[in-house]
């Protein structure tokens, strides 16, 4: 029998960049309350800029213990995404649908909800990052 603990997840949906006029956001949020082990949801027009700190207090008051960040690739903004001693999953709604497939169309938004449902999956799944060290020789 399994004793893994519940997680805490918390889901945040950028609607800057084209996504939100690509997408209805609201709809994408209103989804993933739905989502299983979800606590929070939130939306933002940049969590890219100040609003990554509504992620930090999350974190901090410890309502959210592992973070979905549906936005921009992956490849972009890796710092700021970074939370010590924090699963991020990262969708990209930007460069994977907003930015390439026909905006408000009915398969678009299926595309994103489909995104942000397989993000979540796949974040239930992370275990919490683990530096690597590597003996090291003290002796000349």
């Given at each position: 029998?399994?004793?893994?603990?519940?997680?805490?997840?918390?889901?945040?949906?950028?609607?800057?960049?084209s996504?939100g006029?690509?997408?209805?956001?609201?709809?994408l949020?209103?989804?993933?309350?739905?989502?299983?082990?979800?606590?929070?949801?939130?939306?933002?027009?940049a969590?890219?800029?100040?609003?990554?700190?509504?992620?930090?207090k999350?974190?901090?008051?410890?309502?959210v213990?592992?973070?979905?960040?549906?936005?921009?690739?992956?490849r972009?903004?890796?710092?700021?995404?970074?939370?010590?001693?924090?699963?991020?999953?990262?969708?990209?709604?930007?460069?994977?649908?907003?930015?390439?497939?026909?905006?408000?169309?009915?398969?678009?938004?299926?595309?994103?909800?489909?995104?942000?449902?397989?993000g979540?999956?796949?974040?239930?799944l992370?275990?919490?990052?683990?530096?690597?060290?590597?003996?090291?020789?003290?002796?000349?």
């Amino acid at each position: 029998m399994s004793t893994a603990v519940e997680k805490k997840l918390g889901v945040y949906i950028c609607s800057g960049c084209s996504i939100g006029q690509a997408m209805d956001v609201d709809s994408l949020a209103e989804e993933a309350k739905s989502l299983p082990g979800v606590t929070t949801v939130k939306t933002s027009g940049a969590f890219c800029l100040e609003d990554v700190e509504e992620i930090k207090k999350d974190l901090l008051s410890q309502d959210v213990d592992t973070v979905v960040v549906a936005a921009c690739s992956p490849r972009v903004n890796r710092a700021v995404f970074r939370f010590p001693d924090t699963p991020v999953r990262r969708v990209n709604l930007r460069e994977q649908v907003a930015w390439s497939h026909p905006a408000n169309d009915e398969a678009t938004q299926e595309m994103a909800s489909d995104a942000v449902k397989m993000g979540v999956a796949a974040a239930k799944l992370m275990e919490k990052p683990t530096p690597f060290t590597e003996a090291h020789e003290r002796t000349a």
